[in-house]
């Protein structure tokens, strides 16, 4: 079956540091999401992508975090430098454009921020 | 903007009987996909079942099923026979119709389930 990759699946880092998730999305898709899961805001979109240009990054800190498309395999998403606020599990999703499917969702990046 | 609302936070269920989980939307689409996804502590997310709003019948799935409301814009999801693997939390999903491009997910905030023994 064809998977989302998100790397590394955990990261336990210190405060300020800069924080690197990589997503491969399934081959074929043209759209990616990142999404941010905490206890007290659930899931919401950070950013997405269409094509590797950004089509909605309104969900994300700007002044921290950046998302980008290096190539159609490859999406990251970084927070430099990181806070303890940051602290969740952050997904990658795929999906492909005029389809009625729903997106694949990754195992998600468990971040901890110390 | 669309919004999502789960308004049980939490729920139990015997094993082997049968529960209903709660999902209210708003939105101005007439035409959009719904979706109850499963989160078990592995942290994946599951699709357990959708629905398109355009489509009357109720969609079902084995033991799961939803109650798909257009009007009232509610969409609830009932499990039979429920099984101790059902434990997880289930999350109510929200997404535009397909001709709007594969647009994000805009997700209530879940159902923790437990299933008891």
């Known amino acids: 079956d064809a998977r989302v990759t998100q790397t590394p699946r955990h990261k336990v880092t210190e405060m300020g540091q800069e924080v690197t998730m990589r997503c491969q999305p399934i081959l074929g898709h043209n759209t990616v999401f990142w999404y941010r899961q905490t206890m007290m805001q659930g899931l919401e979109l950070l950013a997405y992508?269409?094509?590797?240009?950004?089509?909605?990054d309104s969900g994300m800190p700007k002044d921290r975090f950046s998302a980008e498309m290096p190539d159609a395999t490859l999406a990251t998403l970084k927070i430099q430098p990181s806070e303890p606020r940051d602290s969740a599990v952050y997904f990658c999703a795929s999906g492909f454009e005029g389809s009625n499917q729903p997106q694949h969702f990754g195992d998600g990046t468990r971040l901890s921020i110390l | 903007a669309q919004t999502v609302t789960q308004s049980q936070p939490e729920m139990s269920v015997q094993e082997a009987e049968t529960v209903t989980l709660s999902c209210t939307y708003d939105?101005?689409?007439?035409?959009?996909?719904l979706f109850w996804y499963k989160q078990p502590p592995s942290r994946q997310m599951i699709l357990v079942i959708r629905q398109e709003a355009y489509k009357q019948q109720n969609a079902t799935e084995n033991r799961f099923s939803v109650n798909f409301q257009k009007a009232a814009k509610s969409f609830s999801l009932k499990i039979s026979d429920s099984q101790l693997g059902d434990t997880a939390m289930y999350f109510c999903?929200?997404?535009?119709?397909?001709?709007?491009?594969?647009?994000?997910?805009?997700f209530g905030k879940g159902t923790r389930l437990s299933v008891i023994a």
């Open positions: 992508f269409r094509n590797r240009a950004p089509l909605d």
């Open positions: 999903a929200f997404m535009k119709h397909w001709y709007s491009g594969n647009t994000p997910l805009v």
């Open positions: 939105t101005s689409e007439n035409n959009y996909y």
